[in-house]
């Protein structure tokens, strides 16, 4: 029986001449075929109902849910590949600087728990942020909580309490 991949119609083993053929699969096909099965990260962070951020080793976002965009007051895409001082507008990333790289920085609740998850791999659960971030209206104090997890990799960062994340104006605009 000569056997053929019932995608790419490669023949995965030959039979004698005028054999009757049966259908397989060939590695590169399922390889393909599982790979399209598997949920992109944003995908399996829209299946969770708390704003959730995925975070790479050097404090770079790499995907982001809908209600972390929501909480956030941006779009996935201005979320992605940004730092995360970037990402929830603190003022001292928009220094020449930048996010991770200034005086302020080592003091970061976001980026201390996030480098430490990272590090042990413990879970952070609960720890209050409060960041100076600047937007439209002018500066503001946002207050709020966090909890990191990781996984594969990537460090998760889940904003817990929502109802604090309503910045109160620190100066005029």
């Known amino acids: 029986m000569k056997v053929v ?14 054999a009757r053929v049966s259908h397989g699969i060939c590695p590169e096909c399922l390889y393909r075929f599982e790979a399209a099965q598997t949920p ?20 770079v976002s790499l995907a ?4 972390a965009a929501r909480a956030i007051g941006k779009t996935i895409q201005e979320i992605c590949r940004r730092p995360v001082g970037n ?3 603190c003022i001292h990333a928009h220094s020449p600087e930048g996010c ?6 080592s003091g970061c609740a976001i980026r201390t728990s996030v480098t430490a998850t990272y590090r042990d791999g413990g879970a952070r659960c609960g720890v209050g942020v409060e960041k100076l971030i600047r937007d439209a209206e002018g500066e503001k104090l946002a207050r709020f909580t966090i909890s990191t997890e990781k ?21 005029a605009g």
């Open 151 to 171: 996984a594969a990799g990537v460090v998760f960062l889940m904003i817990d309490d929502l109802k604090m994340l309503v910045p109160e104006v620190v100066t």
């Open 40 to 59: 992109t990260l944003n995908e399996l962070l829209e299946q969770i109902d708390v704003p959730v951020v995925a975070i790479d080793s050097k404090g």
């Open 5 to 18: 991949c019932a995608w790419c119609k490669k023949t995965l083993s030959a039979g004698e001449p005028g």
């Open 100 to 105: 991770g790289r200034t005086v302020h920085c």
């Open 64 to 67: 982001a849910n809908s209600a």
């Open 87 to 89: 990402v929830v507008e």
